[in-house]
């Protein structure tokens, strides 16, 4: 009996092996450049903004984005909140992605020095280049 449960367990792991790898192996870390946007088990499934319209550097951009700024600034999460009470009736939205005033040499700052209760970022973290695809990311509806 318990051989039988075993064999059944191990080919419905087997015959669902694919849609497992989708998701993010337990306790290990995942290269930025893994991460999937806008699929349904990806955490970037939350980005609003849709890839195919992006450029390749802006989509590098926003790969980064999901991995490291979407967990904060995605919709209804602490990031947001923050931003949605600081602007509140300026007319600038809360959601960075949706900005038109972000440039890359300010993305870039509050990246490396961070902002209040937001964390800095380490090059060992993002580096130098992967910055300039998050900049030329958020930077893309500058005015
Ligand atoms: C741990 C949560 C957290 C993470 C992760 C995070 N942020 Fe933030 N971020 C915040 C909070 C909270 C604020 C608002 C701080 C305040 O003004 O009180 C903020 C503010 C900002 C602002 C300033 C906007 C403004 O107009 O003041 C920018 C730009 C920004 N974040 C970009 C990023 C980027 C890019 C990343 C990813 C590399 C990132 N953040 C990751 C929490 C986070």
Redesign the pocket.
Known sequence: MKKLILVTLALVYLAHADSFKEWLPKGKSVGAFEYMPNTPHSPAAFSSVDAKKLTKSQRKGQQ??SK??Q???GVGM??TN??AV??QGLG?PAM?EERTD?TPD??ST??RYG?????F?RKTE?SDEELKF?GDY?GRNAK
């Open positions: 980064i984005y490291w700024c967990p904060c600034h602490p990031g923050a931003l600081a602007y600038i960075l972000l300010l993305v509050f990246v902002k209040h209760s937001m964390p970022f993002i998050l958020l």
